[in-house]
């Protein structure tokens, strides 16, 4: 029996789109900051909802899609170990971390700055009322009730708090500036930050049109190179094969998607022999993410392979992909 409990994994934004619009989507549709957002994309492998059942993952997914990120549903631990997918640009990360330097410097200085007001005007209370008492007991007409040497005693106190007074004044002030010049440096390295971030966009500007142009570039030897990698007991070898064939798969025509079919489908059966599981489930998954259309020609040589690993546990999540083949195949 199929696992009840699946996942939804981030794969990719919709082409064309702004990621940084689909991030406030994201964040606007789920009530959330967009912080939340972003620390989720920091992640690896960006997981949006887990332990839901097929049919509310479905709905999830196409939320999702609609928002402008493309998911895959997966199943659930301990049966699902899908790829972890590669690792995003990190300058919008090193963005952040800047930004949050600056929040923390600016907090600082406010507060140190509300300190020294605090600090200052205590002091200067205590002085006044000292010197008031002190002028009260030396009154004229009023019996002094200290001698010389405690009055002066006294003075000397209060001078030597004061001149403490102004030390620390001049300690804070010298770490107010200190912290100023930190924020200068802080916004400088930020200027610089967001001009390399200028120059990212530009670049995936660039990579964005030639993508347009993808489609009529795939290298149909490294890509038939890379789904024979995908079978391979190398767990490395395979993983990065997998990665560039799922990043060529909406690029390839119907007679491309039917030969990575037949490859596999001729190869599936000699993989069970060696009993290469992995092999087997990337083989299932790639083919999964193909048309119904190129699917349905094979549908027979499918079931008749799949129909091997019914009712076995060790190949439910081959067969919850398998599942997924069927149904394409229904619904073409």
Not at 252 to 268: G, R
């Amino acid at each position: 029996m199929p696992p009840k409990s699946y996942r939804i994994i981030f794969n990719k934004f919709v082409k064309n789109t702004d990621e940084n619009e689909v991030k406030q989507k994201l964040a606007e549709s789920f009530n959330t900051e967009l912080q939340v957002i972003e620390q989720l994309f920091a992640t690896r492998p960006v997981i949006f909802k887990k332990y839901l059942d097929y049919e509310a993952a479905r709905r999830y997914k196409q939320k999702l899609e609609h928002l402008g990120v493309i998911c895959l549903i997966d199943i659930d631990a301990p049966y699902a170990h899908s790829p972890v997918l590669p690792t995003q640009p990190i300058i919008e990360h090193k963005q952040h971390h800047t930004l949050s330097i600056i929040s923390i410097i600016l907090t600082i200085t406010v507060a140190l700055f509300f300190g020294y007001l605090i600090f200052y005007q205590n002091i200067g209370q205590v002085t006044e009322t000292k010197v008031n008492k002190f002028t009260e007991e030396i009154r004229p007409d009023v019996t002094p009730t200290l001698t010389t040497n405690q009055l002066q005693i006294q003075l000397e106190a209060i001078k030597q708090q004061q001149k403490i007074t102004q030390q620390n004044n001049s300690k804070l002030i010298t770490k107010i500036q200190l912290l100023q010049t930190k924020l200068e440096v802080a916004q400088t390295q930020q200027q610089q930050t967001e001009k390399l971030l200028a120059d990212y966009r530009k670049k995936i500007e660039i990579i964005d049109d030639e993508n347009c142009q993808h489609q009529l570039n795939v290298d149909e030897k490294f890509f038939f190179k890379s789904v024979e990698q995908t079978i391979s007991k190398n767990r490395e070898i395979r993983f990065q094969a997998f990665t560039t064939v799922m990043h060529n798969l909406d690029y390839i025509d119907i007679m491309l998607q039917q030969q990575v079919i037949a490859f596999y489908l001729k190869h599936l059966t000699r993989l069970l022999q060696q009993k290469n599981e992995n092999g087997i489930y990337y083989a299932t998954f790639i083919m999964s993410e193909l048309t119904g259309k190129s699917l349905k020609v094979y549908q027979a040589e499918l079931e008749k392979f799949y129909t091997q690993l019914e009712n076995k546990r060790r190949w439910e999540k081959t067969l919850y992909r398998y599942c997924k083949i069927k149904r394409k195949i229904a619904t073409t």
